[in-house]
């Protein structure tokens, strides 16, 4: 059981890594060479979806790492899955504080009534993004190690 459990948490944040990867290196740039009005909405847009979604995956992935470091606290490199578990606690934080109240604003401008700093706004938000993905990119890693 435990083995399944180590699986499951190691795909499960693997998918939001490579998700949250995937935002900051592709999409994003997408979108921000997209003519000024459409790369705005775009984000938006994104950002109403992804927003919906991400909260319970981050935070699931930190249950399933904490139910992981306790089921397996008497086993080889439960100090990887604890740390791990750390990291996502701290992406969760930084998530709350950082980056979230910047996509609650931006998820609902428009051309019409988005504010005239909205591109530094977006600027400082894939800066926080950039950190936080490589912080998951460490749990993922952690966690990998874990395995072995």
């Known amino acids: 059981m435990l083995s399944a459990l180590e699986v499951f948490t190691t795909v499960v944040v693997g998918l939001m890594v490579g998700v949250e990867f995937s935002v900051a290196f592709v999409l994003n ?8 009005d459409s790369g705005q909405l775009g984000h938006a847009h994104g950002g109403r979806m992804l927003g919906a ?27 990887l899955v604890v740390t791990a578990a750390a990291l996502l606690i701290l992406s969760v934080i930084m998530s709350i504080l950082l980056l979230v109240p910047i996509n609650n604003r931006n998820k609902t401008w428009t051309p019409d009534n988005r504010p005239a700093d ?12 950039y950190v936080r993905v490589a912080i998951i990119i460490a749990a993922f890693a952690l966690l990998v190690a874990a395995l072995t």
Do not use: C, F
Request: avoid cysteine.
């Open 53 to 79: 979604v991400m909260p319970v995956w981050y935070i699931g992935s930190v249950v399933l790492a904490a139910v992981w470091a306790v089921a397996g606290r008497h086993h080889h490199g439960t100090g």
């Open 29 to 36: 740039p997408i979108l921000n060479a997209l003519p000024e």
């Open 118 to 129: 909205w591109k530094e706004q977006m600027n400082r938000w894939d800066r926080y993004h």
